[in-house]
């Protein structure tokens, strides 16, 4: 059973920066369809970034050229870099993951998560 852990969320200033680290354990991180979610007060839960099939991620437009992801199979980790951080950023900010399907493309759910991280932007 995989386990994730994030870790980096905390207060930032309308226009910073932060970094946030996902940690795989109980298993290969390469084995694994990885991505970032986030959930706002009053929201639905939505995919930040995602794995579409063997390392091609995609974003959601709205942190296309502020945030991006990378990921290192040696450290089991799942990096997401988040730069002009906008209020409307202000989530709870979860790793989740599911195992590759058997032709290298991920399923429609993930089913494995963390217990998420807080990032809060002030304006």
Known sequence: QVQLVETGGGPVHSGGSLILECKVYGDTARN????WYRRAPG???EGVVETIKDGLMNYVDSVKGRFTVSQDNTKNTLTLQMTKLKPEDTAMYYCAAARYLPLGGCPYEYNFW????????SS
């Open 32 to 35: 694994y369809c990885l991505g």
């Open 43 to 45: 929201k639905e839960r």
């Open 114 to 121: 963390g217990q998420g991280t807080q990032v809060t932007v």
